[in-house]
């Protein structure tokens, strides 16, 4: 994990607001409930943060969720862009204790990650989302938190799939602290 703006994370920041984007647009199902959709980016969004860190996954939530919504629907909305930065900033945070370049990523780190998520989730597209919708673009209470529910809900299903299986798969390509020995000579 990055703490820092390194030339690595900057690249990392662009290349995975732009994967941000192409799931938004690709990797969404319809969920049923208007303008909300099941969406694969944020298992994307936390992965990244997990790797990269909080100030990575909080501006590819925020570069990513602007330019999709700007490029498909005309201009962000932006009570939803905030939360994909909290939610990618937070899981960043919360989970900066998972190194998962040193090739760990089993249950507890497991269990770690998904209670991080969740707690993530709920707090953004429950409280933060639908209370945004109301004080920005005076939106029906009724309808965002119907919203926020069902998007948090999703999420928190592929983010606990989808990002649980990337974060593991990840986590085999890397070295174990310690696995490399010095071979023996006879």
């Known amino acids: 994990m990055e703490n820092k703006l390194t030339t690595k994370t900057i690249v990392a920041i662009g290349i995975g607001a732009a994967i941000f984007v192409i799931l938004g647009r690709f990797g969404s199902i319809p969920s049923g409930i208007p303008n909300t959709n099941i969406e694969t980016s944020y298992a994307f969004l936390a992965l990244m943060a997990v790797i990269f860190g909080p100030i990575a996954g909080g501006l590819i939530g925020l570069i990513g969720h602007s330019l999709k919504d700007a490029i498909f629907y005309g201009s962000p909305w932006w009570s939803w862009v905030i939360v994909s930065a909290f939610v990618g900033l937070l899981i960043g945070f919360l989970t900066r204790k998972i190194n998962v370049e040193e090739g760990e990523f089993g249950k507890k780190q497991i269990i770690s990650f998904n209670a991080a998520q969740v ?3 709920l707090i953004g597209w429950v409280v933060i989302a639908p209370t945004l919708d109301i004080l920005i673009y005076a939106e029906p209470a009724n309808k965002v938190y119907v919203q926020g529910i069902v998007a948090a809900l999703s ?3 592929t983010v606990g799939v989808i990002g649980t299986f990337l974060l593991a798969t990840y986590a085999k390509t890397r070295s174990k602290t ?3 020995r010095k071979e023996e000579t006879l």
């Open 178 to 180: 310690g696995s490399l």
């Open 155 to 157: 999420n928190i299903v």
């Open 119 to 121: 707690v993530v989730q």
